[in-house]
C-alpha cells in the first residue's frame, strides 16, 4: 500500500474523471490508472465503474472512499503528533522543492547562502511540484521553494502562506551543438522538416509552461514529439545525445552553454521568464517555527 493510492483515489472521488485527477496530481493519465489499478489489485475487489461517463465509484468504492479519507485524517494527526514531540533536527531546515530546483538551482544557490549563513544545516526532500506543496500545506516542511508564473499560480493561500523572490531565470529551447557549432535542430521549422522534440509529460509543471511558450509563439512551431518525461534532467540527457530540442531552465544547462556541448535553438520568442520564490506559513499561524528557519527567513528579507 501506497498513500498516494488513496490520495489519487480520493482525488478521482471528487473530480470523476481521470484526465482531470492526472492533471491535478501532476502526473501522466496512464501513470494515474495504473496506480488506481494497483489500489484495486490492493483491495481486491473493483473500486471505479470504468462503463460510465463521468466516472463512477462501485457500492465498494464508495465504501472505500470514506475510509479512505478517515485513514488518511488519521495518519496526517498522528504524523503532527509526533513532530511535535521531535526533539533530534530541531536545529535541521527543512526544504521541499521540486525535481529541476533541487537538480539545479538549490545547490548553487545553497553553497551562496552558506557564505553569509555557515551555520545553517539543511535538508532537501525532491518531489513533484503537487507533492512539494502537499509538503508544505502539511506542515511536513519548513520552507518550499517554486518557479512560479502568473499562468500556473501555486494554490497557496495568502492569508496562511508568505513568500520571497529569490530571482528568475527563462526556460528556453536547446539543442546540441553540431560540428560548426550551430544547433542540430531550431525553432520554428516547417512543414516536412518538424523538429524533433523531446517534451515534458502530460500534466507537469513545465509542460504547462512550455505550453504558454509555444501558444504565444508569434510563429507556430511545427514539432514532432518523439520523447517525454517528467524531469528536465532527463530531458537534458537526451539533448545532450543528439535526440533533439528540448526547453531548459537556464540553471539547468549552464555548464553545458559554457562547454559549448548544447546551444540556444531558437528566437527569443520562445523563451518564459520565471520567478524562483521560496514560501512559508506566516509566524502567527505557524505549526512549527524552527530558529534556523526564522534566521534565514530574515536574512532573506534584507536581500529584497
Not at 230 to 241: F, I, V
Not at 278 to 291: G, L, Q, S, T
Request: hydrophobic share 40%; proline share 7%; with cysteine.
Amino acid at each position: 500500500m501506497d498513500t498516494k493510492w488513496l490520495e489519487d483515489f480520493i482525488s478521482l472521488a471528487e473530480t470523476r474523471s481521470f484526465s482531470r485527477s492526472a492533471q491535478l496530481r501532476h502526473v501522466t493519465q496512464p501513470a494515474f490508472s495504473r496506480r488506481i489499478q494497483a489500489l484495486e489489485a490492493w483491495a481486491g475487489i473493483d473500486l471505479v465503474d470504468r462503463s460510465s461517463y463521468p466516472t463512477r465509484l462501485t457500492p465498494a468504492g464508495e465504501t472505500f472512499h470514506a475510509q479512505a479519507l478517515e485513514i488518511l485524517g488519521n495518519l496526517q494527526a498522528t504524523r503532527n503528533m509526533m513532530r511535535g514531540h521531535q526533539v533530534a533536527g530541531q536545529d535541521m531546515v527543512e526544504f521541499a522543492v521540486p525535481h529541476t530546483l533541487a537538480f539545479t538551482f538549490f545547490p548553487h544557490w545553497l553553497m551562496e547562502l552558506r557564505k553569509r549563513l555557515p551555520m545553517l544545516k539543511s535538508r532537501l526532500i525532491a518531489l513533484n511540484v503537487h507533492d512539494a506543496v502537499m509538503r508544505m500545506t502539511e506542515g511536513s516542511c519548513d520552507l518550499l521553494i517554486a518557479y512560479h508564473h502568473p499562468t500556473q499560480p501555486l494554490q497557496l493561500a495568502p492569508d496562511r502562506y508568505e513568500m520571497l523572490s529569490l530571482g528568475t531565470e527563462s526556460l528556453a529551447p536547446y539543442a546540441k551543438a553540431g560540428p560548426d557549432g550551430a544547433p542540430q535542430c531550431k525553432l520554428p521549422g516547417r512543414v516536412g522538416a518538424p523538429v524533433p522534440f523531446l517534451s515534458y509529460a502530460s500534466g507537469a509543471y513545465m509542460a504547462r509552461l512550455v505550453e504558454q511558450i509555444i501558444k504565444h509563439a508569434p510563429t507556430p512551431p511545427v514539432l514532432d514529439p518523439i520523447y517525454e518525461t517528467d524531469m528536465a534532467e532527463g530531458l537534458k540527457a537526451m539533448a545532450l545525445e543528439g535526440h533533439g530540442l528540448a526547453f531548459l531552465p537556464a540553471s539547468s544547462v549552464r555548464k553545458e552553454l559554457k562547454a559549448r556541448r548544447l546551444v540556444a535553438a531558437g528566437p527569443s520568442d520562445y523563451e518564459l521568464t520565471m520567478e524562483v520564490r521560496i514560501y512559508r506559513e506566516r509566524p502567527e499561524v505557524a505549526r512549527h517555527a524552527k530558529a534556523g528557519a526564522q534566521e534565514l527567513w530574515n536574512f532573506l528579507q534584507t536581500r529584497q
